[in-house]
Structures are given as structure tokens and as C-alpha cells.
């Protein structure tokens, strides 16, 4: 899999040259080797993309990422038949041993939960109780702490009349992360042959990303984080530019440095082997560091 991102955010056609995704704006023409891409983001209605661009991008693993009207990401490239996906692969999935789902969930969730009370007390807020509750979590989170810690937490971080149901620009930026997020994340799980409709929690039957909905939730924090730290009144180009930013943050996996990009595939990766018992181990010790730059994005037109 490739690592440069592209955002294109102005008239202008993308198309294949010789390996090459070429796009030509009104005033500049931009070629960028397929094999290096990882995602993308085509941020405006006024670009067009040739068929034999997305069949390229589809085959070298490359999301392509549409946004609608409002700016939010509304539809997405996915392989219909991946190279590694078998029959056998996809047995294998829908009869994932019990006890490794819940204890990989519990996992997850205790991932999740200590990023939340961390992101807390970067900003300064009383985290006591949050502490409290993550100290009850019990085996597949049975008493569903996650819901508990995200009612008090998400008020503690934007504010005490802040709900995640507002119509305001933090749940808007909040969203437009976690659906790049998301995109990331089903990347990497189709790549690997499995199917992003059949998760270990999330069960939504109208929802075609319910595994990557699941395997995302250590990550969501970082996302919040950044929001949290931002003064804006709209979801503008500058601030998606800079939520798109954030997947080149370093950050702290498994006691090593990695690009958040490049920890989302390990984290998958790690996760679909545990589950598919090609492993007996599993560790999901993601730390966010302390302060959340933006990193300069690799390209965008």
C-alpha cells in the first residue's frame, strides 16, 4: 500500500497515464505515481475522474473518498472481489470464535476509554470520573461503559451544553474525521479479503462498515482531540485539510513511533489475525501524544 494523500479541491479532471494519476486543473498539471497513493479525497463538485483512474486507484488498494453537497464524505470506492478473499476467508469470519470476539472487543473498548481520559486531562478537565467508570469495565463491556464515559466525556471536551446530536461545525468536523477514519480502516480490512459488513459489535443490518465502525473506536479520541483545539464557525476547506493532516501525526503503537496512517494497518492487521486464530496474543496500545500538530498534507490541488 501506498502513503501520500491527495485533496482535490478545485475544478479539475483526474485521470491515467502510464501509471500515473494525472490531474490537470485550470492552471496546473499534477502526475503522482499510483503506487504511491493511499487515499484520494476528491473535496468538490466540479472535478471529474475517468474510469480507467478509478479502476487503477481500485486495484492498487487506493480509497478514492467523494464528498457531497455539504462537504461531508458521501460515497467511497470498495473492491467488489479483492485478491486475497476466498471462500474459506469468509467462513472463517462469519464463525469467528466467541471468546476471542469479546475479549478482543473488551480490548478495544479499554483502548478507547484511556484515550478519552486522556484527551481530558490534556485539556485540562476533572477526569475523576471517567476514571471511575473505566475501572468498572467488564468482559465485551457488558455494562456498556463506553456509552457511559461518552456522555460525560464528550461535554467535559466541548463544553457542558454540548450533545453529539447538535447541528454545530464540532459535530460536522467530528463526522468528516471519523468517516476518513473509517475509510481508512475498511481499506486495510478488504485489502486483507474479509467483509466490512459483518463486525464484532456493531450489527446495524443497513450499515456496510459495521467491522470498521468497531476496529476504529481506539482512534476516534485523536480526531476529538483536534476538534477540541480548534476555534471555527464552519466546516471550511482548511479545516478538513487539516483533519486529513492528521493521519501523517506521529504517535506512539506498541512502545514505537509510527505515522497514525501506518498504525491504522497495523492495528487492523493485528486484529484480523487474532480473531482469524493465526495469533494467540493481542495488543492494542495506542497513546496519543500530548500535543496534535498539523503535519503538512502531501499534496492537494
Same mark, same amino acid.
Given at each position: 500500500m501506498g502513503w501520500q494523500t491527495i485533496v482535490v479541491s478545485q475544478h479539475a479532471k483526474i485521470s491515467l497515464t502510464a501509471g500515473n494519476l494525472v490531474i490537470q486543473t485550470d492552471s496546473d498539471r499534477l502526475h503522482v505515481p499510483v503506487s504511491r497513493l493511499n487515499v484520494v479525497v476528491v473535496q468538490t463538485l466540479q472535478a471529474v475522474i475517468t474510469t480507467a483512474a478509478i479502476a487503477a486507484l481500485t486495484e492498487a488498494h487506493v480509497k478514492v473518498i467523494f464528498t457531497g453537497r455539504d462537504g461531508q464524505p458521501i460515497c467511497e470506492t470498495a473492491e467488489n472481489y479483492p485478491n486475497a478473499r476466498t471462500a474459506a476467508l469468509v467462513t472463517s469470519q462469519v464463525n469467528w470464535n466467541q471468546s476471542r470476539i469479546e475479549n478482543l472487543w473488551t480490548r478495544i473498548v479499554a483502548a478507547k476509554l484511556q484515550n478519552q481520559v486522556a484527551v481530558a486531562s490534556f485539556l485540562d478537565a476533572d477526569v475523576a470520573d471517567l476514571v471511575d467508570e473505566v475501572d468498572k469495565l467488564e468482559l465485551n463491556d457488558a455494562t456498556?461503559?463506553?456509552?457511559?464515559?461518552?456522555?460525560?466525556?464528550?461535554?467535559?471536551?466541548?463544553?457542558?451544553?454540548?450533545?453529539?446530536?447538535? *447541528?454545530?461545525?464540532?459535530?460536522?468536523?467530528?463526522?468528516?474525521?471519523?468517516?476518513?477514519? *473509517?475509510?481508512?480502516?475498511?481499506?486495510?480490512?478488504?485489502?486483507?479479503?474479509?467483509?466490512?459488513?459483518?463486525?464484532?459489535?456493531h450489527c446495524n443490518a443497513g450499515n456496510g462498515f459495521n467491522l470498521g465502525s468497531d476496529l476504529m473506536e481506539p482512534f476516534r479520541p485523536i480526531i476529538d482531540y483536534w476538534v477540541a483545539q480548534q476555534r471555527f464557525q464552519d466546516l471550511t476547506p482548511d479545516v478538513k485539510f487539516g483533519l486529513i493532516r492528521l493521519f501523517d501525526l506521529e504517535m506512539t503503537y506498541q512502545g514505537k513511533k509510527e505515522l497514525f496512517s501506518n498504525v491504522v494497518e497495523k492495528h487492523?492487521?493485528?486484529?484480523?489475525?487474532?480473531?482469524?486464530?493465526?495469533?494467540?496474543?493481542?495488543?492494542?496500545?495506542?497513546?496519543?501524544?500530548?500535543?496534535?500538530?498539523?503535519?503538512?498534507?502531501?499534496?492537494?490541488?
Open positions: 456498556n461503559r463506553e456509552a457511559v464515559v461518552a456522555r460525560q466525556y464528550f461535554p467535559l471536551i466541548f463544553g457542558n451544553d454540548f450533545s453529539r446530536s447538535d *447541528l454545530v461545525p464540532e459535530n460536522a468536523a467530528l463526522n468528516y474525521g471519523y468517516s476518513i477514519l *473509517l475509510s481508512l480502516i475498511d481499506r486495510v480490512i478488504v485489502s486483507r479479503g474479509y467483509l466490512t459488513c459483518f463486525g464484532i459489535h487492523v492487521v493485528s486484529c484480523l489475525k487474532y480473531l482469524n486464530e493465526e495469533t494467540d496474543q493481542i495488543r492494542i496500545e495506542v497513546e496519543i501524544p500530548n500535543e496534535v500538530s498539523n503535519y503538512a498534507i502531501n499534496d492537494y490541488v
